[in-house]
């Protein structure tokens, strides 16, 4: 990337810091610098970028082009388009729901199986207990119970339940207060949600089940019994994993009725 003295726009902005495209997709060359320059610090959340015409100007390419990049990255949770007398395009962070949900598609879009899936959650979600127990808050076991309620009384709506268990799975990964562990659990349970679903007449006995489970492993945290924790998530996940292997989908997206 060209370097260039300093230039600060009337707004703040550092047109210096991009530079001409000249390859077949210049929209994504453009996401690319932007890219770059987040990695490298160059770019900080909260900074805003030069204004439209300022970048066709850097870019040396139409304002329809800066436009479509603009939107790939906003998609990608890497700029905030604002609008009004303060608006722009901003720097911000994906948050850890949006990293999740992509690295979920990547996992629901790959030839995985139920199986891989299965064995990769049992490896990971029982990896994580020791630390869920040693880190866990108040509000933490406040939020996991609130979802053991919900989901209780979600029983009987399959949709709903799938939904919360999910919810929950991710929510223990959260209490380990280490993002990118919360990230990858996400990204093993976005797929299951969009999923074929359980027999009618099992699923609503295998969520009460895994309602009941949720419970007894959020009394285990409070307790701090890793011991116990772990047994009941092992039991727990090694249910799923049989129900899995029962049906053979060739693909990893299955709901989270465990």
């Not at 060359?29 to 439209?52: F, N, T």
């Not at 209490?175 to 562990?181: E, K, L, V």
């Not at 006995?205 to 047994?231: I, P, Q």
Request: charge should be neutral; proline fraction near 3%; hydrophobic fraction near 40%.
């Amino acid at each position: 990337m060209a370097a260039m003295s300093a230039d600060i726009t009337g707004d703040g902005a550092r047109r210096d810091l991009f530079s001409p495209v000249h390859l077949g997709r210049v929209s994504g060359a453009i996401v690319e610098q932007v890219r770059l320059l987040i990695r490298q610090g160059r770019l900080k959340p909260g900074d805003r970028l030069p204004s439209e015409r300022d970048l066709c100007e850097s870019f040396g390419v139409s304002r329809v082009t800066v436009r479509e990049a603009l939107r790939v990255l906003e998609a990608g949770g890497l700029v905030e388009i604002r609008v009004g007398a303060r608006g722009g395009a901003f720097v911000t962070v994906p948050s850890t729901e949006r990293v999740g949900a992509s690295l979920a598609d990547l996992v629901g879009l790959s030839p995985l199986t139920v199986d891989d899936v299965n064995e990769a959650r049992r490896v990971f979600e029982l990896g994580i207990v020791p630390l869920v127990v040693e880190r866990v808050t108040d509000e933490d076991l406040a939020d996991l119970y609130r979802l053991c309620q919900q989901q209780r009384a979600a029983r009987d709506d399959e949709d709903t339940s799938t939904g919360l268990s999910a919810r929950f799975h991710v929510r223990v990964a959260g209490a380990t207060h280490n993002a990118a562990i919360e990230m990858l659990v996400h990204s093993f349970h976005g797929p299951l949600l969009g999923s074929t679903r359980e027999d009618q007449e099992v699923a609503p006995r295998t969520a009460g089940r895994g309602t009941r489970e949720h419970l007894d492993f959020v009394k285990a945290l409070e307790r701090r019994d890793v011991e116990a924790a772990t047994g009941i998530m092992s039991r727990h996940l090694g249910r799923g994993a049989r129900r899995g292997r029962s049906s053979r989908s060739s693909r990893a997206v299955r709901p989270d009725t465990t």
